[in-house]
């Protein structure tokens, strides 16, 4: 009755978190963007619900804070200046019950510390990600560009052609996709980030270093072939170019190649856990006193194409989680800034789940905003953690949990492994009902690989009832709870948790097939 417990693992998606009241961390700035330190809870005014809580938060919730530098897109000597301002600002900000994390993103996710405020292992961490070689994406513009003029020259130097400007076209339109994949790939790093932030409960801080996500991949180069158009209709680049040069919309074309609701997405994601997002881009070609706060559109003119577009993203996933986008500024002020931020915020409890983020407003003062301080849910909280530690090894394990794999069998592309999880029957909680004992514990499973990619989590409640007697018995014993796990293509790990339903006690492990 102590032994093994079978199941078959029955695909039920990611457990949501699911929250009473809503409480959020809201900073306040004057025109001139200073924050305001000094109000009180009727200086507040929260649309269609009550303040039920109110609190000047400085110094009293701990803060995680995760620091993500972009290897693709920025310049080593760009990411060394970040690191070395992020070096400072740790050193000046961090206080003892806060957090860090430093990743790199390029072609994979790479977590180059774990959650600590260990000095020497965030000091490592830093010193690997100013020397982390640069990686280069398929999407190149100045590269673009000059395929587009060799092109434009071939075309007019060619007798009796068959391209036309519909080989431009085409052209950029293998650029756009190319840029697409890539800033896909980007948002998909970035939306695993999010995953690796154990709870709500705490200032939850995301930083993203580089050079930009556009909203429109290859949109600035839609916008250059559109000048090369007007030049084409007027004849000034041959007879060949023209054709086709008045029925094309390179504009239009450009529509195809839109990333607004997958950033959007994103920003959502990371708003619903509670974590606001701030982005650096230290070498945009614009202003050097620029600082994007609440913008949440761009309209410059068509020179300015290729800064927009680059910005754009930053600035979208910025605005929708009440963090700010700092371009064109030295990473040291950003950071200045960012530390403002945390050391000067309210916390807010309203009665019930804010639907509007712009339900709360300061007469006379902008407002920013982010969900924090609630506690999530045990499914929520064992949930997150599942999917984070295919990147991060658990670091806590109070059930004492164990897994053994055995060898895959194929079934087609995919793999099937026999798992057992096998807990110590001493580390459960039961209740007394008689002659009898019972308990329960739910078992989470993702199955992933080192790279940060995971499937949904799955979970399965095993009820227990057994003579006491049996219990006083067990001793040392462990129960095993048996599970086939099928691993898509491509899937190298399965990570699992396991909550005691009755001391809400867990349990981490994860293993490599």
């Given at each position: 009755m102590l032994g093994k417990i079978g199941a078959l693992l029955i695909a039920i998606g990611v457990v949501c978190p699911a929250f009473g009241d809503e409480t959020l961390s809201v900073v306040v700035t004057d025109s001139k963007g200073n924050r305001v330190r000094s109000l009180a809870r009727t200086d507040f005014q929260v649309s269609k619900t009550d303040i039920v809580a109110f609190n000047n938060a400085t110094g009293a919730i701990p803060r995680r804070i995760a620091?993500?530098?972009?290897?693709?897109?920025?310049?080593?000597?760009?990411?060394?200046?970040?690191?070395?301002?992020?070096?400072?600002?740790?050193?000046?900000?961090?206080?003892?019950?806060?957090?860090?994390?430093?990743?790199?993103?390029?072609?994979?996710?790479?977590?180059?510390?774990?959650?600590?405020?260990?000095?020497?292992?965030?000091?490592?961490?830093?010193?690997?990600?100013?020397?982390?070689?640069?990686?280069?994406?398929?999407?190149?513009?100045?590269?673009?560009?000059?395929?587009?003029?060799?092109?434009?020259?071939?075309?007019?130097?060619?007798?009796?052609?068959?391209?036309?400007?519909?080989?431009?076209?085409?052209?950029?339109?293998?650029?756009?996709?190319?840029?697409?994949?890539?800033?896909?790939?980007?948002?998909?790093?970035?939306?695993?980030?999010?995953?690796?932030?154990?709870?709500?409960?705490?200032?939850?801080?995301?930083?993203?270093?580089?050079?930009?996500?556009?909203?429109?991949?290859?949109?600035?180069?839609?916008?250059?072939?559109?000048?090369?158009?007007?030049?084409?209709?007027?004849?000034?680049?041959?007879?060949?170019?023209?054709?086709?040069?008045?029925?094309?919309?390179?504009?239009?074309?450009?529509?195809?190649?839109?990333?607004?609701?997958?950033?959007?997405?994103?920003?959502?994601?990371?708003?619903?856990?509670?974590?606001?997002?701030?982005?650096?881009?230290?070498?945009?070609?614009?202003?050097?006193?620029?600082?994007?706060?609440?913008?949440?559109?761009?309209?410059?003119?068509?020179?300015?194409?290729?800064?927009?577009?680059?910005?754009?993203?930053?600035?979208?996933?910025?605005?929708?989680?009440?963090?700010?986008?700092?371009?064109?500024?030295?990473?040291?002020?950003?950071?200045?800034?960012?530390?403002?931020?945390?050391?000067?915020?309210?916390?807010?409890?309203?009665?019930?789940?804010?639907?509007?983020?712009?339900?709360?407003?300061?007469?006379?003062?902008r407002v920013r905003l982010t969900p924090g301080g609630a506690q999530p849910t045990a499914d929520a909280e064992v949930s997150s953690r599942v999917i984070a530690h295919h990147l991060l090894k658990p670091d806590t394990n109070d059930l004492g949990i164990t897994l053994q794999a055995a060898t895959p069998v194929a079934e087609g592309e995919k793999r099937r492994v026999a798992l057992k999880v096998m807990i110590p029957i001493k580390n459960l909680k039961f209740v007394q009902e008689g002659s009898e004992v019972t308990g329960a514990f739910s078992v989470y499973i993702a199955t992933g690989d080192q790279l940060g990619h995971a499937s949904s989590v799955t979970k399965q409640t095993k009820q227990l009832r057994w003579p006491a007697a049996a219990l006083q018995a067990a001793g040392d014993r462990q129960l095993t709870f048996a599970v086939d796990v099928v691993l898509e293509p491509g899937r190298t790990q399965i990570s699992v948790g396991v909550l005691d339903d009755r001391s809400k006690a867990t349990g981490y492990d994860r293993v490599s097939i």
């Open positions: 620091i993500v530098l972009d290897t693709t897109t920025i310049t080593l000597p760009a990411r060394v200046a970040i690191v070395e301002a992020t070096r400072d600002f740790l050193a000046k900000s961090l206080r003892p019950d806060d957090r860090v994390l430093i990743l790199t993103a390029g072609q994979s996710l790479t977590p180059l510390s774990e959650w600590t405020a260990d000095k020497t292992k965030i000091e490592t961490a830093l010193q690997r990600a100013s020397t982390a070689a640069s990686q280069t994406m398929a999407g190149d513009r100045a590269q673009a560009e000059r395929r587009i003029q060799e092109l434009i020259t071939n075309i007019q130097q060619t007798r009796n052609t068959f391209e036309s400007f519909d080989t431009l076209l085409n052209a950029v339109r293998n650029y756009a996709a190319a840029v697409y994949r890539d800033t896909r790939q980007s948002i998909c790093l970035l939306a695993t980030v999010t995953d690796l932030f154990p709870s709500r409960a705490t200032r939850n801080v995301l930083i993203i270093g580089g050079a930009g996500l556009p909203v429109r991949p290859g949109g600035d180069m839609f916008q250059y072939l559109d000048t090369v158009k007007a030049q084409a209709e007027q004849g000034l680049l041959g007879a060949a170019l023209r054709q086709g040069a008045a029925r094309s919309s390179p504009m239009s074309d450009a529509n195809a190649f839109d990333l607004t609701q997958m950033l959007r997405d994103f920003a959502g994601e990371a708003w619903n856990k509670g974590i606001a997002i701030y982005t650096i881009d230290p070498e945009m070609a614009d202003s050097a006193s620029t600082m994007v706060e609440a913008q949440r559109t761009i309209d410059r003119a068509a020179s300015f194409a290729t800064t927009a577009n680059r910005s754009a993203g930053y600035q979208l996933i910025a605005d929708e989680t009440g963090g700010l986008s700092f371009l064109a500024r030295k990473p040291s002020e950003a950071l200045s800034e960012i530390t403002s931020d945390l050391d000067a915020f309210y916390s807010i409890g309203i009665a019930s789940t804010l639907t509007n983020k712009q339900s709360v407003q300061v007469k006379g003062y």
